[in-house]
């Protein structure tokens, strides 16, 4: 998967826009917006809307690591309440 040579977007193939230059160099653009800005010679990381995108995007990913995490935590609380089943449970059997 190619990634937008502008905004640093990571893109499916069939869309955008493969642009290679003279001296070899390929460039990616995910939009026109995107390829449109890179000629007038605007930075990507300089522009508005790309801090925008880039700042909600890492927002994104912490919020699916805060999940994952959580979603350990349980997993592992259950676990150790089947444990503590197991061994009440054995206990009672030695008890009797």
Avoid at 1 to 10: A, D, G, I, N, T
Avoid at 29 to 48: A, D, P
Wanted: glycine share 4%.
């Amino acid at each position: 998967m190619p990634k937008c040579s502008f905004c640093s977007k990571v893109y499916e193939f069939p869309y955008g826009l493969t642009l290679v230059l003279n001296d070899g160099k390929v460039l990616h653009f995910c939009s026109s917006k995107c390829r449109k800005n890179f000629e007038l010679g605007r930075k990507g990381h300089k522009t508005n809307w790309v801090k925008k995108m880039k700042k909600t995007r890492a927002e994104i990913i912490e919020e699916i690591k805060e999940q994952a995490e959580e979603r350990e935590a349980e997993k592992e609380a259950k676990k150790e309440e089947k444990e503590a089943e197991k061994t009440a449970e054995t206990e009672e059997k030695i008890a009797k």
